[in-house]
């Protein structure tokens, strides 16, 4: 103060501040703003008159009134000189959160003008306690505010940051000076003046009021908050190019409204900045925008949404939270889908090979078209085969109908389909051609040398979509062979020479054909054969395989040699007739007859899968079955059957006449179904057949008819082994140019009857009447003396109708009348109901010319039997 200006009276001051209920500090005058007082107990004992009159007579003073509980709730809000630039924004803000009687009430109650130009308002806090001294709005010091002091400090930490308060609280525990505080009481000398209503009009607003109207103060600071990984993305470097992310083109095109549509609504703006309250309408301003217009940023002051309160969100950080729940890699991904963002350039995967070449055995073989070339030399030719296809398996689901696709557009090669699912056919160690039913790792495998597939991934320093090589995954190549169908060619057999097609044409392309669904898959090189036959060429394909290779086996009989040669057709003729073939029995009379060299013409033909023979029926099913699923030879030995064995089996029986053989594959637990289009051929010295098998094979027998067999020399063609090696090639082009040569002419049939092998039992008759071959089925009489079941019943049955006639006889008087004929099993005759048994399983059924007959015995109820003879004897009918 100057001497001009009057001296307060302190003590009357003092009065009306306890009057009004408040607790009041003595200051002291050396600029300091200190208590000139111990004043820790005054923050919860109100200070007495008879202190203020001891504190404030005669002696130089400020005022200050302690806040809180102890002055009776209060709190005062001060503002800094440079915040009553913000007065009428915050004013304005107030009104536009319903708070603008409240803040009227507040700005017009007790004010005091501050010496260096600040506001101070005081408010009694009702339904609540005073926090504690706070500050709510705070600012950078610009540099010509620095103090020496801070000056040096940031000489030592350049990074520290000078701050100035705009708008702070002094409330619990806290005190501020008043009027008529003066002089050297404040380092500028000058005074602390009322500019508005006195102790006595202090206004009391609800807690909650006060505690918005802090949050409205709040609002107003600016000082830079860094913004957390959960609001804003971290800064990534620029893209290639100029490119842009879909989060940068979305903050710079977005607007707030549209993002905070349903949380947020608009209240008021000044300004660049936007005052917020909650979308229901429900209180005041809850948030700002745009007060940094450099760096426009979402800033919620409350609690009570998704936001969290007091940091800054970037306009991608918002949208990430409320549509992605703040994941910043799905919310780019969603705006790009609705075109923010540059897209740049893709980087595709290396390029595979525009093409490679194949012998064929491909499913995108042209049709069938043979070729032309005189002679039988000749090699395959070499095709080419279009490059990999690529595909996308990002998504799995469209990975499963991409590889799918790519099987229906033919685009797989070498994949095929049957019984049990996809499929491949390979050649194994010993050159034989395998059926491999895929499997998960399989169809994997395949796909990873036949598909050039990736995932697209976004590189996420350069936005750049990159295609990585990527194999599909194990569940989905379950999930393909899980399904019951597939797009693929079905795969009906594989075939190992030229075969002839239902309609007379040759099969003769290497690899799958589409007309017949078979795979050719040749044991020899192929020859290339003339489009025609002619004579010559004939007779030299009969030279080879009737005047060398067959000349000398020791033959029983022709029918031997023509049964022999039906076999060795009849894998070319396989695929132009339907129904099974019957079981080709090759036996001798001792060991090197030439039984090996017959199956080795097989081999070098056709390859055959050889195999043992089982030790009982539950194996020899076994092994049926691995034979037509895995295997896919054209001819199954069951090789070295023991000398004199009796080939009897029912498996064996089934086999021979079924057209599709079921079962179910070793470590599977399904059943597949094969077609039965192998031939069957049995190997062994002396062999003999019983029960139903007899009817189901044909006999090539061999008989050198001298001690050692196997010393045997002067052959036409030498050593058959070595022979067949080098001429493997010529003697199949021989034999399909036997069968050509037939088709040719018409493909002539001859008649005959074999059961269920009539269809093919008459086309290798024509066939071998077309060649001059002499014997087919010839041998049927013969043959029935290689049944022993059949001979055994013929003797015995004629022995009982020539002993007892017509009668009918138990089966016990039969034993005892003919105990040296009646069937034994092993060295016992049998019993009296055993008979009985067999006889029941054999009636009506003709052994030679002989049949049993049942007769039941009403009267003494029990079954008599008898024998009846056929016709044939010359009776003219049955003789009873």
């Not at 489009?531 to 005047?547: C, F, Y």
């Not at 057949?689 to 052959?715: A, E, H, I, K, M």
């Amino acid at each position: 103060m100057t001497d001009a200006q009057p001296t307060p009276d302190l003590r009357a001051s003092a009065r009306e501040l306890h009057d009004a209920g408040l607790c009041v500090l003595p200051i002291k005058t050396d600029g300091t703003k200190r208590p000139a007082v111990s004043w820790l107990q005054y923050k919860v004992k109100r200070s007495t008159p008879a202190e203020h009159d001891a504190w404030f007579t005669g002696k130089p003073r400020g005022l200050a009134v302690v806040y809180g509980a102890v002055s009776g709730n209060v709190e005062m809000i001060e503002f800094e000189g440079r915040a009553l630039e913000l007065l009428d924004e915050v004013t304005e803000v107030m009104n536009a959160s319903g708070l603008g009687d409240a803040w009227a009430a507040l700005m017009n109650g007790w004010v005091t003008e501050s010496p260096s130009g600040g506001l101070h308002c005081r408010v009694r806090i009702e339904g609540g306690d005073v926090p504690g001294s706070t500050k709510l709005a705070s600012r950078l010091a610009e540099e010509h505010e620095y103090t020496e002091e801070e000056r040096q400090r940031l000489r030592e930490k350049p990074n520290s940051r000078i701050v100035r308060v705009l708008i702070e609280t002094r409330g619990e525990g806290g005190y501020g000076l008043v009027e008529p505080s003066g002089g050297s009481v404040h380092a500028s000398g000058r005074p602390y003046l009322r500019t508005a209503g006195s102790p006595a009009t202090i206004p009391t607003l609800p807690a909650d009021i006060v505690d918005a109207i802090r949050t409205v103060c709040r609002m107003f600071d600016t000082l830079p908050v860094p913004e957390t990984p959960k609001t804003a993305p971290k800064p990534q470097a620029p893209l290639p190019d100029g490119g842009v992310r879909p989060g940068q083109d979305f903050e710079a095109r977005a607007d707030w409204a549209d993002i905070l549509r349903g949380v947020l609504r608009p209240l008021t703006s000044r300004g660049h900045t936007t005052y917020w309250g909650w979308a229901d309408g429900v209180g005041g301003v809850k948030a700002t925008t745009g007060r940094d217009p450099q760096k426009d940023r979402l800033w919620v002051f409350a609690t009570g949404s998704e936001f969290q309160a007091d940091v800054p969100y970037s306009k991608f950080g918002a949208y990430a939270l409320l549509e992605h729940n703040g994941n910043f890699k799905a919310a780019a991904a969603a705006l790009r889908r609705e075109g923010y963002g540059t897209e740049p350039p893709r980087r595709r995967l290396s390029s595979v090979p525009t093409q490679h070449f194949a012998d064929g055995s491909s499913a995108l073989d042209p049709e069938h078209a043979p070729d032309s070339h005189e002679g039988f030399e000749g090699g395959p030719q070499l095709r080419s085969v279009p490059a990999r296809p690529e595909l996308d398996i990002t998504n799995e689901a469209d990975a499963i109908d991409g590889v799918l696709q790519l099987m229906k557009d033919g685009r797989l090669p070498d994949l095929y389909t049957r019984s049990g699912g996809p499929c491949w056919v390979y050649r194994d160690d010993n050159d034989d051609p395998i059926v491999q039913q895929l499997g998960t790792d399989n169809l994997r495998a395949y796909l990873a040398d036949h598909v050039a597939s990736f995932t697209v991934k976004r590189n996420p320093l350069t936005e750049q979509l990159e295609e990585e090589r990527e194999l599909l995954m194990p569940k989905s190549c379950s999930t393909i062979l899980g399904r019951k169908t597939w797009p693929l060619p079905i795969l009906r057999g594989v075939v190992t020479s030229p075969v002839v097609r239902r309609d007379g044409t040759l099969l003769d392309s290497l690899g799958y054909d589409r007309a017949t669904g078979l795979f050719l898959e040749p044991r020899v090189p192929l020859r290339r054969l003339a489009p025609q036959v002619t004579h010559e060429s004939l007779d030299r394909a009969k030279g080879i395989v009737l005047d060398q290779v067959l000349a000398d086996f020791p033959w029983v009989a022709a029918s031997d040699r023509a049964h022999f040669l039906g076999a060795l057709l009849t894998p070319i003729l396989r695929p132009h007739f339907d129904g099974p073939t019957p079981m080709f029995v090759l036996t001798a009379t001792a060991a090197g007859s030439g039984k090996s060299l017959l199956k080795d013409i097989f081999r070098h033909c056709y390859g055959i899968a050889d195999t043992a023979w089982p030790e009982n029926d539950t194996e020899l099913r076994k092994s049926i079955t691995t034979q037509l699923y895995g295997t896919g030879q054209p001819v199954v030995v069951l090789d070295n059957l023991p000398n004199g064995y009796v080939i009897k089996s029912p498996v064996l029986s089934a086999l021979l006449t079924s057209e599709v053989w079921g079962d179910r594959v070793l470590g599977a637990t399904s059943k597949v179904t094969m077609p039965n289009d192998r031939l069957w051929i049995v190997t062994g010295n002396a062999l003999r057949t019983g029960g139903d098998n007899g009817r189901r094979v044909l006999w090539v027998r061999l008989d050198p008819d001298c001690p050692d067999p196997d010393q045997r020399d002067n052959f036409t063609v030498g050593d058959l082994r070595p022979w067949l090696r080098h001429n493997a090639s010529t003697l199949v082009a021989a034999l399909v140019t036997l069968v050509r040569a037939w088709v040719a002419a018409g493909a002539p049939q001859v008649r005959v009857r074999k059961g269920d092998y009539s269809e093919w039992a008459s086309l290798i008759a024509g066939l071998l009447d077309f060649l001059g071959v002499e014997g087919w089925l010839a041998d049927r009489a013969d043959a029935r003396d290689q049944d022993d079941e059949l001979l055994e019943w013929s003797a015995f049955l004629e022995m009982w109708r020539e002993s007892y006639g017509g009668e009918p006889l138990t089966t016990g008087a039969v034993i005892q009348g003919l105990p040296n004929h009646v069937p034994r099993k092993g060295d016992e005759p049998p019993s009296a109901n055993q008979l009985g048994i067999w006889l029941k399983a054999r009636q009506g059924r003709y052994f030679g010319t002989h049949k049993v007959v049942m007769v039941v015995d009403s009267h003494r109820k029990q079954n008599l039997w008898r024998v009846e003879v056929h016709a044939d004897r010359g009776t003219g009918g049955h003789e009873s």
